[in-house]
């Protein structure tokens, strides 16, 4: 009788590694989102090329990049830092948020599925367990992605790209250090948009969305200085003993 082969578990091929740009892009945004990289650091091409080792013009192409999601400025003669949004700025930018995504609540009401809602439901529970578990830097990012998941919902991509660049800028203004009272769990606050969504109540999903957005204008508060080490802040720990690359 012939031997029978024994089955061999089929292992899935390991994800190639992302490109070293990718990988520098993808680590700044979450630094940026998380606020590992405070608002007003400088990112010099220099430190960013060391760190990563890339050239000087592979640097430049990663900053355009950030630019455009608008979580860094760049000025001539100045270079490249993390975007620090002025108070009028601020106020411009919620403003125009209150009326995309007053248009966001207008086309979803009535029109999400069961999935949908299950899809938005779950991200408001990953959104208070990291609350809960005092994981302010994922609590922020979950935060930010709940209006970018409606946007996606709409269906309109010129809508998602202009709330992706407000989302991601208005969330820097958000401070690092909390303040006993002032600052009220924003899962709720979703939870109550969700609701008026699931209720196919157009009116009621929009005023809870500009109660929200009003919310998050107040939650903004001074940010102090502080130093740091971009390497450490990147996750990038120097492994060869040299000087840190220090920041203010």
Excluded at 14 to 36: F, K, N, T
Excluded at 213 to 220: N, S, T, V
Excluded at 223 to 239: E, V, W, Y
Aim: charged share 30%; proline share 6%.
């Amino acid at each position: 009788m012939p031997a029978v082969p024994k089955l061999v578990p089929v292992v899935p091929p390991p994800h190639p590694p992302l490109a070293p740009e990718e990988r520098m892009y993808i680590d700044i945004y979450d630094a940026i989102m998380e606020h590992r990289l405070p608002a007003g650091t400088k990112l010099t091409e220099q430190a960013l090329g060391e760190i990563y080792g890339l050239a000087r013009h592979n640097v430049r192409r990663v900053l355009a990049r950030l630019a455009a999601d608008g979580v860094v400025d760049i000025e001539r003669n100045r270079g490249a830092c993390i975007a620090s949004p002025g108070e009028r700025e601020a106020q411009d930018m919620f403003e125009l948020r209150q009326v995309l995504e007053a248009k966001v609540m207008d086309k979803l009401a009535g029109q999400l599925g069961d999935a949908d809602y299950a899809s938005l439901r779950r991200l408001i529970d990953e959104e208070r367990d990291a609350y809960m578990r005092g994981d302010r830097p994922l609590w922020i990012r979950l935060s930010a992605n709940f209006h970018i998941e409606l946007a996606k919902l709409a269906g309109n991509q010129l809508l998602v790209e202009a709330l992706r660049r407000l989302v991601s800028r208005t969330t820097l203004l958000i401070s690092t250090v909390d303040s006993a009272g002032q600052q009220p769990c924003s899962f709720d606050e979703h939870k109550a948009v969700v609701d008026a969504l699931r209720d196919k109540d157009r009116h009621r999903a929009q005023q809870e969305m500009a109660r929200h957005l009003d919310q998050c204008a107040c939650r903004m508060m001074a940010r102090g200085s502080r130093r740091f080490d971009l390497r450490t802040a990147l996750g990038k720990p120097n492994a060869l003993g040299t000087s840190p690359v220090n920041n203010i």
